[in-house]
């Protein structure tokens, strides 16, 4: 009798072990991750739909008139370089100027984001920037060019947020 015992404490010491372990077998074979069944853990991180536009050359800094133009939707702004600030515009857009680049914040559920459920973004868009400034002699700057969005996941496949972004380098601007 005490053999047959010494055996069930065996196989209940076999039985413990392999039922800690089976846990890190299934996630490094990937039953955790592929599981449709299985709870997803999203991270908290956050990401804007924007898009950022580098100049092919640098501006002066100072005040400027910004008009912007992404595919149909134009809107025009008071901006200053290098101020940290986003500026709002009329559609819930923002904006923001360097010497460098311009940036334009895309607001969430606008139709100008790619679809929320795509890997890929298929759609050409359209930007247009034009500058002005109001000093002796107007100036006014313009630059167009077309781009495809890169859609950001920042927490993974399946998780909040999902982000259009593009960066994209303007031709020389065209002096008027």
Known sequence: MERHTRGNVHKTRLLSVALVFLPFLLVACGASS???TAPKTCNALTCDSRVEARFGEPIATGAY?????????CET???TTDDPNR???PSGHEL??????MMLYIEEGSPLESAPNTTVETTLHHLTVSLSTDDQQTTKLTSSVEFNYEILQPNGPGCAPVCSFAAVRLPEFDHH
């Not at 008139?65 to 939707?73: N, S």
């Not at 923001?96 to 680049?101: R, V």
């Open 34 to 36: 592929d599981s449709p």
């Open 65 to 73: 008139t910004v008009e912007v133009c992404l595919d149909e939707l």
């Open 77 to 79: 702004a008071a901006v």
């Open 87 to 89: 500026v709002p515009l």
């Open 96 to 101: 923001t100027l360097t010497a460098t680049a």
